[in-house]
């Protein structure tokens, strides 16, 4: 069964860090493209950034171009999301979401997804 | 505003068929880019419920049906049930935004 486990959600100031990570099971992980989606309160979804099953093909969302990270540790089943210069704009509800393929085609869908990490940017 | 139009909402009686509408443009669904429906009942998770158009993952009742023509998408209900009362979005891709996959705005759908 496959499973995502978010982590890492907090109440963050604004300009501040925040690192995000989804654990996976039941898949064999580095063989899947990863997504983060996040969902403002009361909104509806965004899709944040993606990478390869390799890690070595990124791709963002022009909202957090140049603020956050995507990376994943294959040895450690585990996706990760940095986000620096935080903005209020940010809060949301973070989802990790699995890709059906390695590679992240943009015309492809979430097959999994995780259940979830709250960040607040608030002061 | 979302890049892929939704109804806000729409509603029906059990039993009842409803449709949710979602409309494009000539950079996503009408560039031939398939479209994909997502349940997310209150207070969990989306679900995919369906992919490429038309395609039903495995465990997802055939009462959900999905179709698309020229710009626009449709998810269809059939024989509502009160467990199908939940958030419904669609996706897609938009190739001028730059690798982007792009959701609608969602379809709160209530079963009176």
């Known amino acids: 069964e496959v499973q995502l486990l978010e982590s890492g959600g907090n109440l963050v100031h604004p300009g501040g860090s925040l690192r995000l990570s989804c654990a996976a099971s039941?898949?064999?992980?580095?063989?899947?493209?990863m997504s983060w989606v996040r969902q403002a309160p009361g909104k509806g979804l965004e899709w944040v950034s993606a990478l390869s099953g390799s890690g070595g093909s990124t791709h963002y969302a022009d909202s957090v171009k140049g603020r956050f990270t995507i990376s994943r540790d294959n040895s450690k089943n585990t996706l990760y999301l940095q986000m620096n210069s935080l903005r209020a704009e940010d809060t949301a509800i973070y989802y990790c979401?699995?890709?059906?393929?390695?590679?992240?085609?943009?015309?492809?869908?979430?097959?999994?997804w995780g259940q979830g990490t709250l960040v607040t940017v608030s002061s | 505003q979302s890049v892929l139009t939704q109804p806000p909402s729409v509603s029906g009686a059990p039993g009842q068929r409803v449709t949710i509408s979602c409309t494009g443009s000539s950079s996503n669904i009408g560039a031939g880019y398939d479209v994909h429906w997502y349940q997310q009942l209150p207070g969990t998770a989306p679900k995919l419920l369906i992919y490429?158009?038309?395609n039903r993952p495995s465990g997802v009742p055939d009462r959900f049906s999905g179709s698309k023509s020229g710009t626009s998408a449709s998810l269809a209900i059939t024989g509502l049930q009160a467990e199908d009362e939940a958030d419904y979005y669609c996706q897609s891709y938009d190739s001028s935004l730059s690798g982007s996959r792009v959701f609608g705005g969602g379809t709160k759908v209530t079963v009176l």
């Open positions: 979401a699995k890709d059906p393929s390695y590679f992240y085609d943009g015309g492809t869908y979430f097959d999994y």
């Open positions: 039941g898949f064999t992980f580095s063989s899947y493209a």
């Open positions: 490429g158009n038309s």
